[in-house]
């Protein structure tokens, strides 16, 4: 912009300056702020960061499972505020949040919102609370040999006109094994709404192959009962799973640190255009294998905005 035309905007009352930064985004508005005083105080006003709220904003917070603790003195407090705090709702099912950068929504489904397989049975699965995770309980395997684990979110509930990642947020106890023999499989797709409701599960399905605890090392271990009792003892690897142990990490990717106490593995990405795709299905499956595993903790699913590039 030409000086002659910044100095015009300075002679601009500041509600017109405000309502023009409200048509920018987060980013750029802060950065205004360095402009000078009329536009860090333009910046500040209420006209801008009620535009970068999502639509629904009061109505995802009527859901929130605590009175909504806080008074906040201005939409910007409260924007930074649903930034850095996710808020529980539905009843306790999902957390809220929202991009920093964008103001785009961020959901986490819990684990006990999700699919699993054999989740329901106390000698494969121990519900238990975790002082790091946002939900009251977190999932902890014990010992499968099947693991799969399914999550689904309705996409009108998601910002339209954006490419979202889910996440499967995880960790693992100290005495985590069978995760380093074989890869597992992750999927996301689109589960198109039929006319009469539900769901026709035509969307497009891209499988990938992730490794959850890339240990270079094959182990023996035992399956231990939450009460230290013994309920089953590894047998040695079947020569099928001794092969795909051998086979090199190449580019499949590995669980990251989230520098919240807690890793997380990219399950595949999709489009939301207007919200009207049904239902976004999540999965990750390790059947193939047909090794013991345990010692794998699950917090949920965590669907955020793809960060640019």
Known sequence: MEQGSTAHLYVLPEGCISKILSLTSPRDACRSSVVSSVFRSAVD???VWERFLPSDYQRILSSSVYPFPFVFSSKKELYLHLCDNP???SNSTKTFALEKC???????IGAKELSIVWGDTPQYWNWRPSPESRFSEVAELLFVCWLEVRGRMETRLLSPR???VAYLVLKFTDSAFGFDVVSAEVSVKLAAACAGGGNSGGGEEEVKEVYLNP???QRRQFGVHKNRRLIHSMRPQEPVADAAYQQPLRDRPVPKERGDG???IELGEFFNE??????VEMSLM??????WKGGLIIQGIELRPKKAE
């Open 45 to 47: 006003s209420d006209v």
């Open 87 to 89: 808020v529980l709702i």
């Open 102 to 108: 964008s103001g785009k929504k961020c959901y986490m």
């Open 162 to 164: 954006t490419t979202y």
């Open 215 to 217: 240990i270079r090392r």
């Open 262 to 264: 807690w890793k997380e």
């Open 274 to 279: 207007k919200g009207e795709d049904g239902d």
């Open 286 to 291: 390790e059947v193939k294998g047909g090794n």
